[in-house]
């Protein structure tokens, strides 16, 4: 019998432990990936830490983490014709399982399946050695290097879904609301866009990056930013903000510098419930929405803008396997500029 090594959470709040597990076989219709990356998402962190539990997902203790997950297809089922052995792949781990027959699924709204179980939430993840999947849920990246853009899966994606949401054109000034690694790809993809991007952080550091990947302007979220949002857009405001920290102060400060038909999008989630309104919500007809990840066709959209070479990898640190519990403390700290992966 073969083992692989995985890092997997068994006590929520307690560090990761590296086990041994069988991998999976593969089915007819599935494929066998030695995953080469997996991206450490601060959701990660939220779930080792129990404030999102595995349960609501369907899933149970001991799981592997990990939904951000790029490799090569090493085995492939009898009716597997999409992907082949050698293949270098993309995981879509978060529609990967969805139902295809409840009301958000038959509308192409995949993302929000009520019956979803997804791929390092309600199901074992990325923080191993290999990983099943079914091969529908695999996209080709070709000579992409999958620790540059293994985070496309759930980080690009997410920010790519919020900016199509927004109906984002080259007349709109877009706020990227924290230069964390969603931020950096919300930068790029708003400037392919056509729109004038101004990124809001507390770190110097991120917003130099945010800067040399294209913000036409950066703001020090600790110098009031709304004042300054307002005065770099001649007292018209911002036409969207994409909100990536998603705590009490971002959502407020936020809402404060849309102006009139202003879109509001929540991407982040903090640790807390958001309960602000302020009262131009209603004075100048703000649209509020949240983005949950983004459906395949969404993943296999900014794939291609990435094979292009439109999009530049924000990818800074690579982890060993057995590295995952200092990496997640280090998301947690907001310590990584851009983002992380794990390579087994």
Not at 55 to 66: I, Q
Not at 113 to 139: H, M, Q
Not at 298 to 324: N, Q, S, Y
Request: glycine share 12%.
């Amino acid at each position: 019998m073969v083992f692989m090594k995985a890092m997997r959470v068994h006590e929520y709040g307690q560090p990761l432990k590296l086990d041994e597990v069988e991998p999976q076989k593969p089915g007819p219709k599935d494929a066998l990936v030695k995953i080469e990356a997996c991206g450490i998402c601060h959701t990660d962190v939220h779930l080792a830490e129990g404030a999102l539990k595995t349960e609501y997902f369907g899933g149970k203790r001991p799981w592997t983490l990990g939904h951000e997950i790029a490799g090569k297809v090493v085995e492939v089922g009898s009716e597997v014709t999409d992907v082949k052995v050698g293949d270098t792949v993309l995981v879509d781990a978060w529609t990967a399982y969805v139902c295809g027959s409840c009301m958000p699924c038959r509308t192409g709204f995949e993302n929000c399946c009520i019956n979803n179980r997804p791929i390092g939430f309600g199901r074992d993840g990325g923080y191993a050695e290999y990983i099943t999947v079914p091969s529908k849920a695999l996209i080709k990246i070709e000579n992409l290097k999958p620790r540059d853009f293994a985070s496309l899966a759930c980080g690009g994606v997410t920010v790519f879904r919020a900016l199509r949401k927004a109906a984002v054109t080259p007349s709109d000034t877009v706020v990227v609301y924290g230069a964390g690694g969603l931020g950096m790809f919300a930068v790029q993809l708003a400037k392919i866009m056509g729109s004038t991007v101004i990124a809001v952080s507390r770190s110097a550091d991120k917003l130099e990056m945010a800067k040399k990947l294209g913000a036409d302007y950066v703001v020090d979220a600790t110098k009031d930013p709304v004042s300054e949002v307002w005065k770099l857009t001649n007292g018209r405001g911002a036409n969207v903000v994409l909100d990536m920290v998603g705590v009490e102060q971002t959502l407020e400060n936020g809402l404060k510098m849309l102006g009139v038909l202003g879109r509001f999008l929540v991407i982040g989630v903090g640790p807390g419930p958001l309960k602000c309104l302020p009262d131009n919500a209603v004075n100048f007809e703000l649209t509020i929405s949240g983005v949950k990840v983004g459906t395949h066709k969404d993943l296999v959209d900014l794939v291609e803008l990435a094979k292009k070479g439109l999009i530049k990898p924000v990818t800074t640190k690579t982890f060993k396997l057995e590295e995952a519990n200092e990496a997640l403390e280090k998301v947690k700290k907001g310590e990584i500029l851009g983002r992380c992966v794990i390579k087994p």
